[in-house]
């Protein structure tokens, strides 16, 4: 069966840039989004279609996609940003979250 | 402003049934596919069925698949899960979601519990 897989932590200073990456076969034949999830919050859509940004998302988010790896990417990341983040792509008809990655700034 | 409001979780037995609902409101419901999303306690997200904007296309996690129904009534703009021979590992926090087949899920609700035990 298709899987996404990220790491499971990663750790920032405040400031710096944080890359979280999803890896996958034939990722970069799909579209994958990526989700931001705050303890006891629902998901928020932070980047669609591999590197689009919803309204209202800071411009310090952004996503890329190259080979079978997708990429999210926050410059200057800030405290606010610490949360759990998870990709996602459609393989199909199945649509399939990453294990998730828990990002940590301090 | 878009509002997705879930409803029906509770306690079940293992073997039992049990409907969800999602009320949604703030966009044209029938232009949109939506989708179930669950999360088990202290687990990633887990992406259970899909529904397109007409209800004419069902997609399902194997996870799931033969015992949950996703459907839909544009008329009521509500989004309903019908889960049957639940299990154990079904208990988990499940999330109403606007998007669906090849689309990101764009608006989340805020959740309701099922636990089967």
């Known amino acids: 069966s298709y899987e996404l897989t990220q790491p499971p932590s990663v750790s920032v200073s405040p400031g710096q840039t944080a890359s979280i990456t999803c890896s996958g076969d034939k990722l970069r034949d799909k579209y994958a989004c990526w989700y931001q999830q705050k303890p006891g919050q629902s998901p928020v859509l932070v980047i669609y279609l591999n590197t689009k940004r919803p309204s209202g998302i800071p411009e310090r988010f952004s996503g890329s996609n190259s080979g079978n790896t997708v990429t999210l990417t926050i410059s200057g990341t800030q405290a606010m940003d610490e949360a759990d983040y998870y990709c996602?792509?459609?393989?199909?008809?199945?649509?399939?979250f990453g294990g998730g990655t828990k990002l940590t700034v301090l | 402003e878009v509002q997705l409001l879930e409803s029906g979780g509770g306690l079940v037995q293992p073997g039992g049934s049990l409907r969800l609902s999602c009320a949604a409101s703030?966009?044209?419901?029938?232009?949109?596919?939506m989708s179930w999303v669950r999360q088990a306690p202290g687990k990633g997200l887990e992406w259970v069925s899909a529904?397109?904007?007409?209800?004419?296309?069902?997609y399902y996690a194997d996870s799931v698949k033969g015992r949950f129904t996703i459907s839909r009534d544009n008329s009521m703009n509500t989004l309903y899960l019908q889960m049957s021979f639940l299990r154990v590992e079904d208990t988990a926090l499940y999330y109403c979601a606007k998007g669906g087949w090849l689309n990101p899920l764009d608006y989340w609700g805020q959740g309701t519990l099922l636990t089967v035990s």
């Open positions: 996602q792509a459609w393989d199909r008809t199945t649509a399939l």
């Open positions: 529904i397109s904007g007409s209800g004419d296309n069902t």
């Open positions: 703030g966009f044209t419901f029938n232009n949109y596919a």
